[in-house]
């Protein structure tokens, strides 16, 4: 079964010069949608699984039977990883526990040293079992300008020390936001990506907040990196808004287009199609 950790696909990455796409996984549908849009595209998979989703969906051990079970009902062939994003200590933990293969800890609100404490710790479980292991470290500057949050900016020493653990990949703030970008964001920080990656003797890096940044922007990212990608807010975007269409169409009063079904059908193929692009984006087809 392609269920696996994120390790092999992010060092393929790395060294072949291309991302693997992350996206967040939200209900059922979107589930069966990246599964499918990695498969078509024969292109490696991360799901991520925030806190939310996890209470949503019926905690991790739901999820994990559940994802594990459509990659066999669907047939998928490419490799998957099931990753916690943005975990604390405890969800990371509970995760590892009910079978995840891969796990972001973000212990980037806590003080450095508590930070890496934690992060060693993780590392030793994970090291046991085979999971992949991604670390955040916490932000300088971000300072709210009066009008728009303008990212953050992640500290190249202190990446440096968490790298030297030999965890797998690393999250680095270059400027880069979750969710909506503001009209006036200056963009990505080339110049901290590059001292990040001689900082840390070249760890793979991972994007977050990848909706919304300009293509040519990520391309450059990636030459210099970036080897995972998070997506979240456009695919969920994409999903309302087919379902948006659907009702105002008045589609839920035909025949049996009220079934909750059909109705999330045109949400799960306009996410997946969202998938589907920022993987060609991304340079992640054929690489499975
Ligand atoms: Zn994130």
């Known amino acids: 079964m392609p269920y696996v950790s994120a390790k092999e696909m992010i060092q393929d990455a ?19 949608a990246y599964l499918l849009a990695a498969e078509e595209m024969k292109s490696p998979v991360i799901l991520g699984v925030s806190g939310g989703t996890a209470k949503y969906m019926g905690g991790y051990k739901t999820i994990v039977a559940t994802v594990t079970s459509f990659i066999d009902y669907l047939k998928i062939s490419v490799p998957v990883a099931l990753h916690v994003d943005h975990g604390t200590y405890e969800e990371v933990l509970d995760a590892i526990e009910s079978g995840f293969s891969s796990v972001m800890f973000d212990g980037s609100a806590l003080p450095i040293e508590e930070n890496i404490e934690k992060t060693r710790y993780i590392l030793g479980l994970c090291r046991e079992k085979g999971i992949s292991l991604e670390c955040e470290v916490g932000a300088i500057g971000g300072e709210e300008d009066g009008v728009a949050k303008m990212g953050e900016y ?9 790298a030297e653990l030999g965890i ?18 200056p963009g990505l920080r080339f110049d901290i990506l590059e001292e990040i990656q001689k900082a840390t003797n070249g760890i793979p890096l991972v994007l977050h ?8 922007m990520i391309k450059k990212a990636i030459s210099m990196g970036v080897c995972k990608i998070n997506v979240n807010t456009e695919c969920q975007i994409a999903f309302t808004q087919a ?7 008045g589609r839920d009063l035909v025949g049996k287009g009220f079934t909750p079904r059909a109705l999330l059908a045109p949400g ?10 920022k993987m060609q984006l991304f340079g992640s087809v054929n690489k499975a």
């Open 243 to 249: 379902v948006r269409e659907y009702i105002e169409e």
């Open 154 to 162: 992640a500290d190249p020493n202190e990446c440096a020390k968490m």
């Open 209 to 216: 907040g990848g909706s919304e940044i300009p293509t040519d």
């Open 168 to 185: 797998d990949m690393l999250a680095a703030g270059i400027g880069n936001i979750h969710g909506k970008y503001p009209k006036d964001w």
């Open 14 to 32: 790395k060294n072949g010069k291309y991302a693997v796409g992350h996206f967040n996984l939200n209900n059922m549908e979107s589930i069966r």
């Open 268 to 277: 799960l193929e306009a996410s997946k199609q969202v998938a589907i692009e």
